[in-house]
């Protein structure tokens, strides 16, 4: 297949996943709309409002229900706010009085650049800690890092997260600087602000990746290929980086495209921890203030990502097998 024939290949497999994905997108959407208001505990109406005579005025709560929209049956009430995020118009927060949409945008940036970040420095701590466990496979290099990546599965981010931000402070006095920094404002204080919270979400990921790649290196090891890499007089190097390594990384990469929804669930709680106004902290406090706009508006950007994310893992397995096609 040449040049040409190959990128319309790919051309067409991305139309045709990025099609297949409206449907998942609009059950996703459906499934949070109607989830959110049949399960939410109190009228909604009632929980935004503050106490006192505002929360008792029945006229009051009646206007705001129809300014909203919620005197509507919820089927109408579901197309009208899918209509509205068909043309990228997904309310009005309750807390803000902002788009949604704009509160979204300010805090996204923070929470991509935890997950990814924590993403690529895990791949750079799993990768050759399973390597290294595969090839001195049943050596006490291999059980300590076998030791070191179920301790790491074991142990919750947050966990992670409260150790390094207490231990710090108790032994040496120390706590990371108070009121975020973006990377243009303040560079060494914000690398210092996300250092804590990146080596938390990085923990646990990087354990998952040492595990998959340990057992999915040892099977490759066996094959009839890097048997004759090695009777051929290759270095061991050669044998495990050009051979053997790149068969290793489709399992990689596709557990990498599932942690991608792990690390920003992992956010939530880690950027009320540290204090970082990324999308987590702001879906904790749509949730504590019972802002509904805002709530379905960060969980409907977290599935978009996570289907981006999907398509951006499959697209990769062409690179990393040439057997593949795409059709």
């Excluded at 043309?87 to 991509?112: C, E, H, K, T």
């Excluded at 006490?140 to 231990?167: C, E, K, M, N, Q």
């Excluded at 880690?270 to 999308?279: A, M, Q, R, T």
Aim: with cysteine; aromatic share 8%; charged share 15%.
């Amino acid at each position: 297949m040449d040049s040409r024939s190959h990128g319309a290949a790919v051309l067409s497999y991305v139309l045709s996943r990025l099609l297949s994905s409206v449907p998942a997108l609009i059950g996703g959407s459906a499934i949070i709309f109607f989830s959110l208001r049949i399960l939410a505990p109190v009228d909604l109406i009632e929980q935004s409002l503050s106490e006192g005579a505002a929360a008792a005025d029945p006229v009051l709560k009646a206007q705001l229900r129809h300014e909203f929209g919620l005197d509507l049956p919820l089927p109408l009430q579901y197309l009208n706010w899918l209509w509205g995020a068909l043309r990228g118009d997904l309310g009005s927060s309750w807390m803000s009085n902002r788009p949604v949409v704009d509160n979204i945008m300010q805090a996204l940036p923070v929470s991509l650049e935890i997950t990814f970040v924590a993403l690529g420095l895990a791949l750079l701590i799993g990768i050759p800690m399973g390597v290294l466990s595969a090839v001195h496979h049943n050596t006490w290099l291999d059980y300590l890092l076998r030791l070191i990546a179920v301790v790491g599965l074991s142990i919750p981010s947050f966990v992670v997260a409260t150790v390094l931000l207490v231990t710090p402070s108790i032994l040496w006095g120390w706590s990371p600087p108070v009121g975020y920094k973006t990377p243009w404002e303040n560079l060494p204080t914000h690398v210092v602000q996300m250092l804590l919270p990146l080596a938390a979400l990085s923990v646990g990921v990087a354990a998952v990746q040492v595990r998959i790649l340990r057992s999915t290196l040892l099977d490759v090891l066996r094959n009839e290929y890097v048997r004759t890499g090695r009777a051929k007089g290759l270095p061991e190097r050669v044998v495990i980086s050009r051979h053997a390594l790149k068969n290793c990384l489709i399992p990689v990469i596709t557990l990498l495209g599932t942690q991608v929804s792990f690390t920003l669930g992992g956010s939530v709680v880690l950027e009320n921890i540290f204090s970082l106004p990324g999308l987590g902290r702001l879906t904790l406090m749509a949730i504590d203030k019972g802002d509904f706009p805002q709530l379905q508006a960060n969980i409907l950007y977290l599935l978009l990502i996570y289907i981006v994310m999907n398509l951006a893992v499959d697209l990769s397995y062409g690179w990393l097998d040439p057997r593949i096609r795409y059709r």
